[in-house]
């Protein structure tokens, strides 16, 4: 593979990353900053997979995109229709509740998990892409935190994989790829 510069990309991942971290914290125009965030790294994504030939960053990220927000619809879309099929001055019993909040909440930990499944693969293709080891870390701190969602301690963990996928755009190389070997220079035989 011939040498080619990600610079662009490597910027543009960067920037996403830190929009979609700091997205999480701004009030009222938050979902749109981390929205804003995600497609940056979608597209910086895009661009370092055409570049080197390899589409496995750039399609298992937009996997887990997908998962994540058909997953994000189906519960809400569980959640709107409990609440429309109950009649007017009904309410849930507190069983009803309870069991309703489990299932949400278990629903909501499998979505995390099959996002964090595409978004692990996304970052060991870039990992071995790049050899950048911020973004196997990413990648490792990413599915332990997924795992751990359950016990709340995970989103933690996703918070570090986000700080890493920072690190790792900013710390991969500007050009990917091998450059040719020269061919060995000829020896002056001196007779």
């Known amino acids: 593979m011939a040498v080619v510069n990600v610079s662009s990309e490597k910027n543009m991942g960067m920037w996403g990353a830190i929009l979609s971290l700091i997205g999480g914290f701004i009030p009222y125009i938050g979902s749109v900053v981390s929205l804003i965030g ?8 895009k661009g370092i997979s ?6 496995r960053p750039f399609k298992n990220y937009l996997y887990g995109v997908i998962f994540a927000i058909g997953g994000l619809i189906v519960i809400l ?3 709107f229709g409990t609440f429309a099929l109950v009649p007017a001055g009904w309410h849930l019993s507190e069983s009803a509740g309870i069991g309703l909040a ?18 692990k693969r996304a ?10 080891k911020e973004f ?19 989103f933690l963990l996703l918070l570090i994989a986000r700080v890493f996928v920072i690190i790792a755009f900013n710390k991969m190389p500007a050009e990917l790829g091998e450059e040719p070997e020269p061919a060995p220079a000829e020896e002056e035989v001196i007779w």
Not at 38 to 45: D, K, P, Q, V
Not at 50 to 55: M, P, Q, S, T
Not at 136 to 151: E, F, P, Y
């Open 38 to 45: 995600f497609i940056l790294i979608l597209l910086a994504l």
């Open 50 to 55: 055409d570049a080197v030939g390899d589409e």
């Open 77 to 79: 879309a569980l959640l």
């Open 102 to 119: 489990i299932l949400l909440f278990i629903l909501f930990v499998a979505l995390i998990i099959g996002a964090a499944y595409f978004q």
């Open 123 to 132: 970052w060991l293709a870039m990992y071995e892409i790049t050899d950048t």
């Open 136 to 154: 196997k870390d990413a990648a490792t701190w990413v599915w332990w935190g997924a795992l751990t969602a359950i016990i709340l301690v995970g």
